[in-house]
């Protein structure tokens, strides 16, 4: 069971459908949010934060606040990277997204990306271990999404694939982390 927002530090009981979309609502309540925050959120460091802002991973805040976008995006590279090189992640972010600064080429916005991401894992029926069931998750959360351009659905699904495996990955890797503990 996770004990928290993957991603972030946020402590939660039980991750349900609709949980990342109430966070979000809260976290920016009144408007947008510091780096300080943001640091807060994801328990990374500002250096690196700052860092990925100036690779353009992650768009500039705008007079040092940063939007419901921004924040998702930084919380998926974040989760991302306990499985997947950095490269592959901005592979995969660009697939999505394109130019940072244009939303018009986005597959899909971060936030949602994040939110249908929350979604899927917390699928009752969802099984990591099997293809068929992530399979059928993605193509059910990729069949709901607004396809902005053409064959975004199907790129959507991959995607939701590609991150589905890497958390899979990075709990097995936990897992792995706690039993080698256990021994010492």
Known sequence: MLKTFPGTTVE???LEKGSSRQLFDGIFATGGI????V????????????NW?????VTSPQKRVYSREQLA???IINMLREALKIEDICLLIGIIGGDPN????NLIFDDELYHNYVDMIAENNLNLDDS??????VDKAAEAIEERISGTRKK???IFQVMLYAHAASRLRDSAEDILSSLK
């Open 34 to 37: 510091t780096l300080s925050q």
């Open 132 to 137: 068929a069931s992530v399979a059928a998750v």
């Open 73 to 75: 995006r930084i919380i």
């Open 102 to 105: 244009d939303r018009s080429d």
């Open 156 to 158: 959507l699904s991959r």
């Open 12 to 14: 939660v009981s039980k």
């Open 39 to 50: 640091c807060i959120i994801t328990g990374l460091e500002p250096y690196l934060i700052q």
């Open 53 to 57: 802002v100036k690779r353009k991973f």
